[in-house]
T-cell receptor
């Protein structure tokens, strides 16, 4: 039981390049999330997927796209990377089965992305 | 829109002192209030949580209190130890499954 797995762990991109961050969970969770964390800052929600087949914008969605490929996997794509997207990206999942659910989130180890 | 404010942004205490971090939210529909701890270079992890029908919950040296009328909830750490040094985040629900974190409090516990 690996929990939430993110790949890659580190990535350096040039401005304008594209890439996809992968996230997979093996806890049979319904909900998945992508956050970014800038140095010394909090976690800002980029996109989330409340259940398989749905995705919604979070606080800072501009410049990103997501795909909920299946229940296990939720990917984040940067189509044209910009230096402002340099950050640590965390994927998380939770068992958001109802409005009363605790939604305890389990986080991946993070992807450290630098855009030059 | 939905919003959560977390204070203070940094907190420095001597080992053995108490620490209190407070979050104020704007949406009265929230009914679950967790706190996460993030050690340097690591992922956030849940340390304690509370439901809206409870005013206080304790787990050894940490406790969470909730005031729904005033729309704030607080994390209390007693007898602080150096290993409590970390960044602490409150979390808020800005809508169904739209889970938003406070800006974080960097706690430093000095021996």
């Amino acid at each position: 039981n690996a929990g939430v797995t993110q790949t890659p762990k580190f990535q350096v991109l040039k401005t304008g390049q594209s890439m996809t961050l992968q996230c997979a969970q093996d806890m049979n969770h319904n909900s998945m999330y992508w956050y970014r964390q800038d140095p010394g800052m909090g976690l800002r929600l980029i996109y989330y997927s409340a259940s398989e087949g749905t995705t919604d914008k979070g606080e800072v969605p501009n410049g990103y796209n997501v795909s909920r490929l299946n229940k296990r996997e939720f990917s984040l794509r940067l189509e044209s990377a910009a230096p402002s997207q340099t950050s640590v990206y965390f994927c998380a999942s939770s068992d958001g089965t109802s409005r009363e659910a605790k939604n305890i989130q389990y986080f991946g180890a993070g992807t450290r992305l630098s855009v030059l | 829109g939905e919003n959560v404010e977390q204070h203070p942004s940094t907190l420095s205490v001597q080992e053995g002192d108490s620490a209190v971090i407070k979050c104020t939210y704007s949406d009265s529909a929230s009914n679950y209030f967790p706190w996460y701890k993030q050690e340097l270079g690591k992922r956030p992890q849940l340390i304690i949580d509370i439901r809206s029908n409870v005013g206080e919950k304790k787990d050894q040296r940490i406790a969470v209190t909730l005031n729904k009328t005033a729309k704030h909830f607080s994390l209390h750490i007693t007898e602080t130890q150096p290993e409590d040094s970390a960044v602490y985040f409150c979390r808020f629900s800005g809508g169904y499954n739209k889970l938003i974190f406070g800006a974080g409090t960097r706690l430093a516990v000095h021996p």
